[in-house]
């Protein structure tokens, strides 16, 4: 556990990138852990709450994975054949369509929240994690990198592991409230934005993970704010 803590959060914590590799399928056991400050947040409202809880989460989580969304809507949005989106992806300069696709994602998560029980942003990283896990379970990686070495750790043994923790996580939500089953349907988001990778790109690298899971969580809790407001 201590090396994903080190890995995928800004949690101090000690741990080698192999021990990483072999814990993958407990990616959703950091939901409970990411979320805990914001969600105390939001259970006691101070003002400005949403926009409070939206900073402690990336404070906890870091900005990697929405510096990945912004390089990978560059890519989805440049047009041409595969290799141009792949250098517009790769491309170390941002641009306006990951400019805009970071500033939705932020404007989603801070506007639901205002709107949803304080467990809500817990249910969507729960989404979020777990959605990671698909897009490594596919082992498609495109090039070397973190993506690729993650990748290779992941097979059907590790998924059916990482599904079960998910689905033992999410059962306290949904005992506590039956709506929070409907957080399901925000997979739908992660499972499209896949997709959309392995269209655009033939395969999925750290950006293209990094941008599923900040696109599921933003989903999710858009889905949520639909379904129970």
């Known amino acids: 556990m201590r090396p994903l803590l080190a890995f995928f959060t800004r949690i101090p914590a000690r741990g080698e990138l192999e021990e990483a590799r072999k814990d993958i399928w407990m990616l959703p056991l950091l939901a409970p852990i990411t979320t805990a400050p914001a969600a105390v947040i939001l259970y006691f409202q101070p003002p400005f709450a949403n926009v409070l809880a939206v900073l402690a ?22 047009k041409g054949d595969r290799e141009r989106k792949i250098k517009a992806m790769k491309d170390v300069n941002t641009g306006i369509a990951g400019l805009f696709a970071a500033v939705m994602v932020l404007l989603i ?54 599904t079960f923790l998910y689905a033992l996580l999410l059962a306290p939500a949904v005992i506590y409230d039956s709506r929070a089953l409907l957080v399901v349907v925000g ?21 293209c993970i990094g941008a599923v899971a900040e696109v599921t969580r933003a989903g999710t809790l858009l889905t949520l704010a639909v379904g129970l407001c």
Do not use: C, W
């Open 57 to 78: 989460l990336y404070l906890t989580i870091g900005l990697l994975h929405l510096d990945g969304l912004a390089d990978f809507a560059d890519g989805v949005m440049v």
């Open 109 to 162: 998560q801070a506007e639901t929240l205002s709107v949803l029980p304080f467990y809500a942003l817990y249910l969507a990283e729960l989404n979020s994690k777990f959605a990671m896990l698909l897009a490594l379970a596919t082992r498609r990686p495109l090039g070397q990198g973190l993506g690729r070495f993650f990748m290779e750790g992941m097979d059907g043994e590790r998924l059916l592991l990482g």
């Open 187 to 207: 997979l739908l988001v992660g499972a499209y934005t896949i997709k959309l990778a392995l269209d655009n790109f033939g395969g999925l690298n750290g950006d």
